[in-house]
């Protein structure tokens, strides 16, 4: 497990949005998509 997807995913959590999680850390969507599919897998 990355600490990044976990960074990811709080703050998808605090914000409730993939895309402003994604504007907020400088990632694409589909990048923050990603990480919380390794979480779940």
């Known amino acids: 497990m ?3 997807n976990l960074i ?9 949005s993939f895309s402003k999680t ?3 850390l400088g990632y694409s969507q ?3 998509t990603m990480q919380i599919k390794q979480l779940e897998g």
């Open 22 to 24: 994604a504007e907020q």
């Open 2 to 4: 990355e600490i990044r």
């Open 8 to 16: 990811t995913f709080v703050r998808i959590a605090e914000v409730q």
């Open 30 to 32: 589909s990048a923050v």
